[in-house]
């Protein structure tokens, strides 16, 4: 299996352990992780460097607590300086318990609320399409317990109904959702005309895979199951 210690990215490690005082969040940063990561070393056409090009692909943190793993995949890709790492939810600093897009270079939303992001990703879709900027991708990332809120079932709806195609939805399942959905995470977005696949969410090869097989005229989702939180 393709994974953070056998592709040698093992350096991301120090970078967490930078981050303190959020610990109670460890285990949601955590699940996130493998998936922060092939977005951004594979699958996301954004850098430093076009953070405000029109045309660079959104990066929407619907699952913004515990966003360690965000913030140590800035750094790595070079968005954020690694120094601010020692600095978490201090007074004079950048990096918040929730991320700031007015005070993080490369976030797109200031989340907080669960249950909002993937409304403000089919949104901003909207808005790319009607400025006739079709080659821009939106990916939204969520938690299963998320999905708990019905805001999203509005959004996923949305979408389905429009073929809002730009749209990628990665939900994070460490079966910490109270409800669950008869077939299975997916199964609630293909019912609703969404493509979609189920994948380890700790295999970087199969994430990659999916997270680009999206189709023509379809918004995609891919679920990506980890260990459970327990």
Avoid: C
């Amino acid at each position: 299996m393709d994974t953070l210690t056998s592709t040698g990215t093992a350096p991301l490690g120090p970078l967490l352990r930078r981050i303190t005082g959020d610990e109670k969040h460890g285990p949601s940063a955590h699940s996130t992780l493998d998936v922060l990561w092939v977005l951004y070393d594979r699958v996301l056409r954004v850098t430093p460097q076009t953070v405000d090009d029109p045309d660079r692909d959104r990066f929407l943190l619907s699952k913004g607590h515990g966003p360690a793993a965000y913030y140590a995949v800035l750094a790595a890709k070079g968005f954020i300086p690694e120094d601010w790492l020692d600095d978490l939810a201090g007074p004079g600093s950048r990096l918040g318990h929730h991320p700031d897009r007015r005070l993080v270079p490369g976030v797109e939303i200031g989340s907080g609320s669960l249950g909002h992001g993937l409304g403000l990703g089919v949104g901003t879709a909207l808005g790319l399409r009607a400025q006739g900027r079709t080659d821009p991708r939106v990916y939204v990332l969520l938690g299963d317990a998320e999905l708990d809120e019905g805001s999203n079932h509005e959004a996923i709806a949305y979408a389905g109904a429009t073929g809002l195609d730009t749209v990628t939805a990665i939900v994070v399942d460490n079966a910490s959702a109270t409800h669950g959905w008869p077939g299975g995470i997916a199964a609630r977005f293909t019912v609703n005309g969404w493509t979609g696949e189920t994948v380890d969410g700790r295999d970087h090869t199969a994430l990659s895979a999916a997270l680009t097989g999206h189709r023509p005229g379809r918004p995609h989702v891919v679920v990506a199951r980890v260990e459970s939180k327990g």
